[in-house]
């Protein structure tokens, strides 16, 4: 078969599983967040921690718990990594300094995931597995707790309170992300991927030389990593590498993995709102993004100008040939219009035009779907915004499932989508001036500049894959491009949380004729024109001097 048609049927296969289980998946995370029973191990858990699951938060107090929850652990895989040497299953590796412990506890702690180290050659078991695995649980849980809280926001009135922030935590935790993880790192063990913890193997390859080859519970990692939108690889060469991916159909079901979640959190939005329309409408926009972003690398991979991509079919430089351009563009899109992070090629190969479409994916503030949870509290955010500007085109109230979008909640929300625009555009800023992004580039010009751009982008946007060309093991962009997934992570949070009290303490507001029906397709088309309006007025000038400005010259 040739390529096209195979990447047509790739792609409509994927889509067809994702519907199929839309529905079925939504309406299990709807019940397991509005259910008032506790199961064994959480109450077990629940004792352990101090917290009394039953106990209602109102805004401030849901807030103190997310950052309380997140400062531990930012502490506790900082200490492991500093003491690795001295801990067991350790490999030999020596500790990792302190600035490199910092950006790689803040990286898996704002579930960005960004590695300025090689896991293979720098990670023991321990350090991979208590270190960092258990972070990739706990920081997609953390997500899915506040966009719940926001949803509850919309649900309830006259109340203020948003639920617990310890169950909504455990419930993520405990009924979501690990069953499905334990069923997914047994089907990824089944087509190839490693589970074990051996110590290293030195092998000699067939042109006589010897190579050091790490093992490790790489499949475990591999389905937390992707379904919890983490991106964090056992290896340095993340999904290209055979041992996480092994196959086509390994590569598929990563893809599945990490769209499976955020994809299905509308239809719960729905279904705790009571309008399961609203629902589809958010779920619509995200699909079209996504797809555009799909359709547009894909064409402009195949069609990359050049004698070597013409013979190829396709600028196959840094991508693997198990998967060719279309499984490749596939992957890129997905993981980048999620907060995951995750690669099976290499973005820096990428034709200029490409690479800004990928950029432009996080720009969007991932939302399309997004990532574990922040995908959809940040495309409600921009629901509220575009509601706001339908109701100023009509001169009307603006109002949103029966909540009014005042001065207030406007605020809130336009807090929220201008921290990682700032932290982008003045950490790219900063790195260019003080020359360490410079010194960082492996190419020089608009495609240096747009690796210093990737940089920030993912790591304030809490994505975690890179320019591969980027040398970001620094002590500057070590702490820099940490505080940017800090901030990026949890700055939103605190208005998004602050929104969702808001909503819950107004009193419902009766649909008239006039209100806006925010279900139909025409609000869903306000909505993605919205999106992409905004972004682009931010980040087109940034654009312009990178991606652009390499894709018109070539």
């Known amino acids: 078969m040739s390529p096209v048609p195979a990447d047509v049927l790739q792609v409509s296969a994927l889509v067809g599983a994702l519907a199929l289980v839309h529905r079925p998946l939504g309406d299990y995370m709807a019940a397991v967040f509005s259910s008032g029973k506790h199961l064994r191990v959480e109450k077990w858990i629940y004792r352990a921690v101090g917290a009394n699951p039953d106990r209602e938060m109102r805004w401030p107090a849901y807030l103190r718990g997310v950052l309380a929850f997140s400062a531990v652990s930012v502490l506790f895989p900082y200490l492991i ?63 899915i707790a506040v966009a719940v809280a926001l949803v509850r926001g919309f649900a309830r009135s006259r109340t203020g309170e948003l639920g617990n922030f310890w169950a909504d ?45 790490s093992p490790g519970a790489v499949a475990s990692q591999e389905a937390i990593k992707d379904l919890g939108t983490n991106g964090g690889g056992y290896f340095n ?64 991979e195949y069609a990359h100008p050049g004698t070597a991509s013409q013979l190829a079919g396709g600028a196959m430089e840094g991508k693997e040939q198990r998967f060719g351009e279309g499984a490749s563009s596939l992957f890129a899109v997905s993981t980048t219009m999620t907060s995951t992070g995750s690669v099976n090629s290499f973005h820096d190969s990428y034709s200029g035009l490409s690479g800004g479409v990928l950029l432009l994916g996080m720009m969007l503030g991932e939302i399309a779907p997004g990532g574990v949870g922040s995908g959809l509290y940040g495309m409600l955010v921009m629901a509220i915004i575009a509601v706001f500007i339908a109701g100023l085109m009509v001169g009307r109230t603006p109002e949103y ?25 003045i950490g790219t800023a900063i790195a260019m001036a003080t020359g360490n992004g410079e010194s960082s580039m492996t190419n020089t010009g608009a ?11 993912s ?9 591969a060309g980027f040398g970001a093991n620094t002590e500057f962009h070590n702490t820099a491009l940490g505080l940017c997934m800090l901030l990026g992570r949890f700055l939103p949070m605190v208005f998004v949380l602050a929104l969702a009290g808001s909503l819950a303490e107004q009193k419902p507001v009766p649909e008239t004729a006039g209100t806006l029906r925010t279900e139909k397709p025409l609000f869903t088309g306000l909505l993605v024109g919205t999106i992409m309006i905004i972004t682009g007025l931010t980040f087109f000038p940034a654009l312009a001097l990178g991606p652009l400005a390499e894709g018109l010259a070539a």
Request: with cysteine; hydrophobic share 50%; aromatic share 10%.
């Open 81 to 143: 990594l500093r003491v690795q040497d001295d801990l067991p299953g350790s490999l030999g590796f020596a500790a990792i300094t302190p600035d490199q412990a910092f950006n790689t506890a803040a990286s898996f702690t704002s579930n960005t995931n960004w590695q300025s180290y090689s896991g293979e050659a720098d990670m023991g078991h321990v350090a991979q597995t208590a270190g960092l695995a258990v972070q990739n649980f706990v920081s997609a849980a953390v997500g």
């Open 169 to 213: 935590l455990v419930r993520g935790v405990v009924r979501i992300l690990i069953p499905i993880s334990v069923v997914a790192a047994i089907v990824l063990v089944a087509t190839g991927a490693v589970q074990n913890f051996a110590g290293i193997n030195e092998i000699t390859t067939v042109t006589g030389q010897t190579q050091s080859i």
């Open 237 to 300: 060469a993340n999904s290209s590498h055979p041992f996480e991916n092994p196959n086509g159909f390994s590569n598929l079901l990563t893809i599945f993995l990490l769209l499976v979640i955020p994809f299905s959190l509308p239809r719960t939005f729905g279904r705790m709102v009571g309008r399961v329309r609203q629902g589809y409408a958010i779920v619509g926009a995200m699909a079209t993004i996504w797809f555009v972003g799909v359709v547009l690398v894909t064409w402009l």
């Open 401 to 425: 499932l029966g909540k009014k979008i005042g001065t207030r909640e406007m605020k809130y929300a336009a807090c929220s989508i201008l921290v990682t625009p700032a932290l982008v555009l």
């Open 447 to 457: 495609h240096g500049f747009s690796e210093v751009l990737y940089a920030y982008t």
């Open 459 to 467: 790591a304030s946007n809490n994505n975690g894959s890179a320019f």
